[in-house]
């Protein structure tokens, strides 16, 4: 059969292309993202294995007579042009189910840390203050937490917290109902069912028209006084003015982020306030993740390419 060639961007790492390397065919690693030199190399390419850059343009796509299709190791495909490739019968692929158990575990543990203060605590501890009587903690068991979007990541986030004692309340209209039943998890049926009961409430949407400020001024109103709100999805799904003033008002008990409107976050008044504890987006950022997502990646090419 015919010899699959793979050309990899700039920042794929080593191992992942030696692996390549070795399961799909020869690999050929660009030195920069620049246009010119992927459309030179990417000629006799029929894969070409991208992270977050470079951009894959409407132009590189037109001007790769071989390719089949463009790779993400991971989750993020906004710097490929799909209509172009939609339209050049170019598939496109990721793997978002490496990621899920680490961004579902740090979703547990910036809540824990929220709820406990640890690193409002650690930090006072470093410049040498022992605050130990200052900061009385909350805990998860008997709390309600709402999980919003129920996908592979909300599912793995509800298991966890079932299993701390929690009741867990899901919204996610486009999971059928019996997918609730099966997880043990109630179901809400409207999102201000899911805030105005909720403790703890967790975000695991995709980035889309319609939950792009899905947790505004309003939504937040009809959060419980006191709530907490953890954001491991995507920045722009929470209006952060809104969450600013709820955090800085105190109907927020606290909130903690790993993504934001803009990365890295434009808006210091918000991740500075006492009352939020935040992440440089790291949820998927383990070896772990790493692994899986160079393992899925090479099992879906080779099912594309089967002979
Ligand atoms: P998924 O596609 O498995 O689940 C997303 C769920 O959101 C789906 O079940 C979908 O039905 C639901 N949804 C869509 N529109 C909705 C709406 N309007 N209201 C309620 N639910 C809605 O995705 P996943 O793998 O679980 O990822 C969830 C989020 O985590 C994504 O935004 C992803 O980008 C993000 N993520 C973040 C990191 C990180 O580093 N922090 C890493 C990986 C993924």
């Not at 010899?3 to 390549?20: T, Y």
């Not at 909350?138 to 599912?155: D, H, L, P, S």
């Not at 491991?232 to 903690?256: E, F, P, Y």
Request: proline share 4%; charged share 25%.
């Amino acid at each position: 059969s015919e010899e699959i060639r793979v050309l990899c961007a700039a920042g794929v790492p080593e191992d992942m292309a030696k692996r390549l390397s070795e399961a799909i065919g020869p690999v050929t690693i660009l030195k920069s993202d620049d246009e010119n030199e992927i459309i030179q190399e990417i000629q006799d390419k029929q894969v070409f294995v991208v992270r977050s850059k470079p951009k894959v343009t409407a132009n590189i796509i037109h001007n790769a007579p071989a390719l089949k299709v463009v790779a993400r190791p991971g989750v993020g495909t906004d710097n490929i042009d799909k209509e172009a490739c939609k339209n050049k019968g170019v598939k496109v692929i990721n793997t978002p189910e490496a990621s899920a158990a680490s961004v579902s575990e740090l979703t547990i543990g910036l809540a824990i840390s929220l709820l406990r203060y640890a690193f409002t605590t650690c930090s006072l501890l470093k410049s040498g203050d022992w605050a130990k009587s200052k900061y009385t903690g909350r805990t998860v068991e008997g709390k309600v937490w709402g999980i919003i979007g129920f996908g592979g990541i909300g599912r793995r986030v509800a298991a966890i917290v079932k299993a701390m004692n929690a009741q867990v309340v899901a919204y996610d209209p486009y999971i059928p109902e019996e997918q609730f039943a099966n997880s043990e998890v109630k179901r809400a049926v409207r999102l201000e069912d899911l805030l105005s009961v909720s403790d703890i409430v967790s975000l695991h949407v995709i980035m889309s028209d319609e939950t792009k400020g899905m947790i505004s001024a309003e939504a937040i109103q009809i959060m419980k006084k006191g709530s907490y709100l953890i954001n491991t999805s995507r920045g722009k799904v929470i209006d952060h003015k809104a969450l600013m003033q709820a955090l800085a008002n105190g109907h927020l008990a606290g909130a903690a982020l790993d993504v934001f409107e803009t990365e890295p976050p434009s808006d210091k008044e918000l991740i500075c306030l006492d009352n939020l504890i935040c992440t440089p987006h790291i949820g998927g950022s383990t070896e772990e993740a790493f692994i899986n997502a160079t393992d899925i990646m090479i099992r879906k090419l080779r099912q594309m390419f089967k002979p």
